[in-house]
């Protein structure tokens, strides 16, 4: 899948002066390439997604238990970027992330918990959420994920994430809370990025054997990016929305 970290300019530095031939061949180029693109901002995307309401989960978290998943999520996704992927994280793409981290959320926060993920620290000890209270239901919540067909298990893809477990909260950005996911529809590609505040996580592709495929992105930035259609904007008809993993509260 192709996002925006491989997404560069490329510039040729110390190429010859062209001809006038060959500037009369450059601006034909450009007259056609300037026409393709108005035909593609009027022509409608091509969504795979297809929203639909989703049922109201029977286990869903409290008001306060959200406010703690949503901590424990940023701190986990956090550790990740900081500290480069778990091995314990094996399904590794941009659902994978997401739901890697709910299920460590999920988890009891106990000492081996904390060493198996690297938190033994005093820094880290020193600034842990407060643990979750959670019921046995609710923990087995990253086990049962609803698929495209109905089914449930501990898989979903990122548009299944989206039309089945997850509700639409805005196209605007400004409207998202921690953990809240930040959907991407190419048509035949979707993509996850999850909002974190201070700044927009994500994983895609990695591009040489020591890439971990983790990337921290700015939001003034990724609302800049060269490449538009990775722009949260709600005028970039490939940014389908801000949406909330729906057993959370609100």
């Not at 940023?74 to 778990?86: F, N, W």
Request: glycine fraction near 6%.
């Amino acid at each position: 899948m192709r996002s925006p970290c491989e997404a560069h300019a490329r510039s040729e530095p110390g190429a010859a002066v062209p001809s006038r031939a060959s500037r009369r061949v450059c601006l034909s180029r450009m007259a056609a390439l300037s026409a393709l693109a108005a035909l593609a901002a009027v022509a409608p995307a091509a969504h795979a997604l297809s929203l639909a309401a989703t049922s109201p989960d029977p286990d869903a978290l409290s008001a306060q238990q959200s406010a703690a998943f949503r901590a424990w999520f940023a701190r986990i996704v956090d550790q990740q970027m900081r500290r480069g992927p778990t091995p314990r994280w094996t399904q590794r793409d941009c659902a994978g992330l997401v739901r890697f981290a709910v299920g460590e959320t999920l988890r009891p926060h106990d000492s081996k918990w904390l060493r198996a993920n690297g938190m033994t620290g005093l820094a880290d000890t020193s600034s842990l959420p407060p643990e979750l209270q959670l019921s046995a239901a609710q923990r087995t919540i990253a086990n049962r994920w609803t698929q495209l067909d109905g089914s449930t298990g501990a898989y979903a893809s990122a548009i299944a994430l989206i039309q089945r477990n997850s509700r639409f909260v805005s196209k605007d950005v400004n409207q998202a809370l921690p953990g809240d996911l930040l959907f991407f529809d190419q048509g035949d590609d979707q993509h996850l990025m999850i909002w974190l505040e201070r700044y927009i996580a994500y994983h895609t592709g990695t591009v040489t054997p020591t890439d971990t495929g983790l990337r921290a992105v700015a939001v003034s930035d990724l609302m800049q990016w060269k490449d538009s259609r990775w722009q949260p904007l709600d005028g970039n008809p490939n940014f389908v929305g801000v949406f909330r993993l729906d057993f959370l509260t609100p």
